[in-house]
């Protein structure tokens, strides 16, 4: 599919992964505009695309001005969520409006518009809950066990509906741990603020074994753009990961490698947050099947994330 020239409104685009893909759209000559509350995201996370962009400042709980945008797009891609499971379980009904009424929003504003407008909708592996089975493939039931978990399954549910039922053309991308700059939480930028106070001494929480799928950000933008090209894609589901799980000790070994920090002590605290599942990894092959292949290896990508890191944050950490 080709963006150039092609209006495409970024729900979340201030957000992390949403800012990511504004870039690359924007550098494939799309018309990007960008709808964020600023809830999580930045302007900050925006500043280089600035120029080239509309903002928008609004919530996509707000139909009107969902459809005023969806009136005037070819394509949306729809990251603006709750992206955080904890603020999910302080707050369900929050969750559900921001993620299950606003995706419908997008879902009813393309309806009620011309119809022919793609929709990539940001899912979550987080459906896919207690799970014991590795690798997870897209077939497997759905059993989440957080409110986020089951928001995200909700708007992939409707995002098929809504491809069967009316024709709006969909497709849902699971996104396993994606990283990369413009990322300020989890265990990759837990480690850099870490070694950033003390490069002596670096904690992971529990046992360090825990197994996660990571993904690069370039990656799953990718992922995300390439199929909403691809009628045969519309109404489905896609993992988006790599296939190799990868512990968080070994993260913080390829990390400390490239920090060139050869005497950092490293201590597992041995008990992890609650509801801290021990693997997480899924299979790729369904949308390999399409061609699709991640590019960065984890140490490259690790590599663009301290590059941000180093120069958004006050820190003494350098790449070598
Ligand atoms: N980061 C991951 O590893 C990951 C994994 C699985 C799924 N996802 C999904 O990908 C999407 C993006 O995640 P992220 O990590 O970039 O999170 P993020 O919090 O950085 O981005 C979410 C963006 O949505 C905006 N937003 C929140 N509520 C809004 C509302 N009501 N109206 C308009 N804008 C609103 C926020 O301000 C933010 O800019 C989310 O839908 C998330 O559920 C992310």
């Known amino acids: 599919m080709s963006f150039v020239e092609k209006d495409v409104l970024v729900t979340g685009g201030a957000g992390f992964i949403g800012s990511n893909c504004v870039k690359t759209l924007a550098k494939m000559g799309a018309k990007v505009s960008v709808l964020d509350n600023f809830q999580s995201g930045s302007i900050e996370n925006l500043k280089h ?21 969806v009136d005037n ?145 370039a990656d799953a933008v990718s992922a995300t753009l390439m199929t909403m090209g691809i009628p045969s894609a519309y109404g489905d589901t896609f993992n988006a990961c790599t296939g190799v799980g990868t512990s968080v000790l070994d993260i913080a070994k390829t990390m400390l490698d490239l920090l060139g920090l050869k005497n950092t002590e490293t201590v597992c605290t041995g008990k992890s947050w609650e509801g801290d599942v021990d693997i997480l990894v899924g299979d790729p092959s369904k949308i390999d099947s399409f061609g699709f292949r991640p590019k960065y290896s984890l140490s490259e990508g690790l590599r663009e994330l301290i590059k941000w890191y180093t120069k958004v944050f006050p820190t003494k950490l350098r790449l070598i």
């Open 49 to 69: 695309v600035m120029n080239k962009i509309r903002l928008v400042n609004g919530d996509v709980r707000d139909f009107k001005k969902v459809k005023r945008l």
């Open 73 to 217: 797009c070819d394509s949306v891609v729809h990251y603006a969520a709750n992206a955080s499971v904890p603020a999910s379980v302080d707050n369900p009904v929050y969750d559900f409006e921001t993620n299950v009424l606003g995706t419908l929003n997008i879902l009813e504003a393309v309806r009620q518009s011309r119809n022919d407008v793609a929709i990539a909708y940001a899912s979550s592996a987080a459906l896919y809950g207690e799970l014991t089975k590795t690798p997870l493939k897209e077939d497997l039931c759905t059993n989440p066990v957080s409110p986020y978990g089951i928001s995200k399954l909700c708007g992939e549910n409707y995002c098929r509906l809504y491809y069967k039922t009316y024709g709006v053309k969909t497709v849902s991308l699971r996104y396993f741990n994606v990283y990369g700059p413009h990322q300020s939480r989890y265990v990759m930028f837990d480690y850099l603020r870490k070694l950033s106070d003390n490069p002596n001494r670096l904690e992971i929480l529990g046992s360090g074994k825990q197994v996660r799928d990571f993904i690069y950000v």
